[in-house]
Every structure is written in structure tokens, then in C-alpha cells.
């Protein structure tokens, strides 16, 4: 298109820079941030994938940021899929270098997308991704090397990717720095 320009929203970060792991912490924390949209963002995959009794024996903690007219539905799937006592909905949050102090790694199992900021600002904070196949996901996203790409929205493909991610998680401080120097 002649004449044109492409600009990408700004992210939400006063500051810009790797935020050290909490070595400290045993338990794996992910974060979901996201409008709650469930025929968007996936959260219904997630959950499918964390069920099973393979994720069920592992430390980990799921923290889900954000709001939508769906939060209902997701924290009624939640309980459906028995994850409360391991799911936590955190709600809205302006600190987005707040949700990167205590999580380890962004979960994106998005059904479609463009580029999401969430993405981006979890990278610029030195968090590796966990995306699906859509959108500009490639874009940023280079399985193995900041982060893990699922080949489809779907179950499998997440747990696929998910696993990939857990068998690698001495390496997620050096895919932070890989994603930092992408960003």
C-alpha cells in the first residue's frame, strides 16, 4: 500500500528490562494475560491440557490477569475441570513488571490473535512465550529459541508445546534473555 505506515500499539512498561527468576521458588508459576474471552484466548485448551494427571503431579501454579465478558464462564470451567486450588484469577493489573516478579512464563494458547502486547511486554521483561500458530505469534515467537510454539489451537499441539517447555525449564532464564534481545 503506498503511502502507508505500520505502528504498533506502545507497550504498557514504564521500564524496560529482564526481571531476574525467583530462584527461590520451586513452584512454576504461569500467567495467562488477557481479555477473559474464551472463543479467543483459548483458556478452555489450557485447561483441557493441565488436567491431565501428568501436569496434576507437577508444581506448578496457573495466575490468570485480565477481565471480559466471559470470566464467569472461565472460572465455572475452571472448577469443572477440578483446577481451582491451582488456577488463580488475579484480575485487572496496570503492573504488568509486577505480574513478571512472580511468573516464569506466559501461556498464550490463543485460538486467533494479531500480535498481542501481552506477548511482547512479557518478552521485554525477559519471559519466554508459550503461543499458538496464529497471528503474528511467528513473528516474535521462535520455538526453542525464546519461547514454544504449539503447531494449532488445540489441545495436543499446547500439550506438545507445554511439554517441550517443562523438559527445558533449567533454560528458561537464557529463552528470557533470547526474548528480551528479540523485543
Not at 88 to 105: L, Y
Not at 117 to 135: H, S
Request: hydrophobic content about 40%; proline content about 3%.
Amino acid at each position: 500500500i503506498e503511502n502507508s505506515i505500520l505502528v504498533r500499539n506502545p507497550v504498557n512498561l514504564k521500564e524496560i528490562g529482564i526481571i531476574p527468576y525467583n530462584e527461590n521458588d520451586s513452584m512454576v508459576k504461569f500467567a495467562m494475560v488477557a481479555n477473559l474471552l474464551v472463543n479467543h484466548k483459548g483458556h478452555d485448551i489450557l485447561f483441557d491440557v493441565l488436567r491431565s494427571a501428568k501436569w496434576l503431579d507437577r508444581e506448578w501454579q496457573l495466575n490468570i490477569y485480565g477481565s471480559g465478558d466471559d470470566e464467569k464462564y472461565i472460572r465455572d470451567l475452571c472448577a469443572f475441570f477440578k483446577l481451582q486450588d491451582r488456577v488463580h484469577f488475579k484480575g485487572r493489573t496496570n503492573d504488568i513488571r509486577k505480574v513478571w516478579e512472580e511468573n516464569q512464563m506466559l501461556l498464550m494458547p490463543s485460538l486467533c490473535e494479531g500480535i498481542p502486547l501481552a506477548v511482547v511486554e512479557a518478552m521485554l521483561c525477559g519471559r519466554p512465550v508459550i503461543a499458538t500458530d496464529t497471528g503474528g505469534h511467528m513473528e516474535w515467537i521462535q520455538d526453542g529459541h525464546n519461547g514454544f510454539i504449539a503447531e494449532g489451537a488445540n489441545v495436543y499441539s499446547y500439550d506438545k508445546a507445554l511439554e517441550r517447555a517443562w523438559q527445558q525449564k533449567s533454560s528458561w532464564p537464557d529463552l528470557g534473555m533470547n526474548a528480551f534481545n528479540t523485543a
